[in-house]
C-alpha cells in the first residue's frame, strides 16, 4: 500500500525521518527503518534518514506487508502489575530477554506476552517486538509498560521521547561516590571496536551517539560498596550501566563493564548472575484517561540478598 505526502511551507527543513513519523503516525524508529531499507522516496529519490525536506515536495511511502510474527506465544508466568484494554505494566524477572533476537527466540517477555493478551498487542514495534515501548537488559529487573493497541504505542513513545515517563533504577555500585548525588551527562553510541557494547563519546553527532542524562543519588554505602538510585531522562542502550563505568563506579556483577572482579563477586557470582540493577518505580500519563498513573514494585530476593550481605539493608529512601 502506498501514501503519498505532501511537504508544505511549515514542514520546510524538516528530516524527512522526523516528517515520516508525524505523517504517517509511526515511531521514529519505525521511520529510520522504512527509510533504510528504500520504502521512501523524495521527488522520486531516495534520501537518508536526516534528508531535509524543501516545501512541495512530494514523499512516497510504500507499506511493506506486515510480516509474520515468528515468536510464538509461550504458557510463561507473568508479574502482572497493572492491566487494562490500552497497557499492560509488568514486573520482569532477572534473566529474561524483552523481545526475540538472535540467540533467544523463546522465553522471551514478547513469548509471554503473546500467550496471555493474544491478539491484544501493538503491531507498531514491528513482528518481533509486538507492544515493546521501551526495553531493560535481560539481567535487569524490573517495570515496563506495554501497549496493546497502537494508539497507546504512539502515545506513549511520544512520552518517552520528550522525556516524560519517569523511570526509577535502584542499583549497588562498586565503590565510594565522592558526592551523594549528581548528573552523568555524557553521549552514549555503539563501542567502536566491540559491537556488542556501548561507549560514551565527547558529543553527540545525531547519526549513531546520542544525548544520555542519568540523575543519581547515594542513599546508602558501606564497605567499599554503594547503593544508588537512579533517574532516567534518556533511555539509551545500558545507560546507567556505561555512564557508572565512566565515572568508575561500575555496577555490582556487571562483567561487560568493569564490575564482576572483586572477591566478593566471585564468592557470589552465582546470586549475582549479572548486574545488580532494578526498575522500581514507573510513573507516565494513562493514554486513554490522561491519569498520572505510579507503579512500584519491590527488590528482588536476590538484591534484597545482596544488600543484607554488604551491610546496605538499611536506606534512606529520598527521591533523586
Known sequence: MSEVYLVKEGDAGKRIDVFLSEAAGITRSAAVKAISDGSVTVDRRTVAKNHKLVSGSSVLFEKKQAEECEAVPEDIPLDVIYEDESIIVVNKPKGMVVHPAAGNYTGTLVNALLYRCKDSLSGIGGVMRPGIVHRIDKDTSGLLVVAKCDSAHLFLSSLLKDHNIKRIYYAVAVGRFREESGTVNKPIGRHKTDRKKMAVYPSADGDGIREAITHYRVIAEHNGYSLVKFRLETGRTHQIRVHMAS???P???????GGGRSKFETLNAALLSG???????????????????????ELPEYFTSILKKLGLEEYNDEEV
Request: with cysteine; glycine share 6%; charged share 25%.
Open 251 to 257: 555496577l555490582l556483577g556487571d562483567t561487560v563493564y
Open 247 to 249: 565515572i568508575g563506579h
Open 275 to 297: 548486574q545488580c540493577l532494578h526498575a522500581k518505580k514507573l510513573e507516565f500519563i494513562h493514554p486513554d484517561t490522561k491519569e498520572q498513573m505510579r507503579f512500584e514494585c
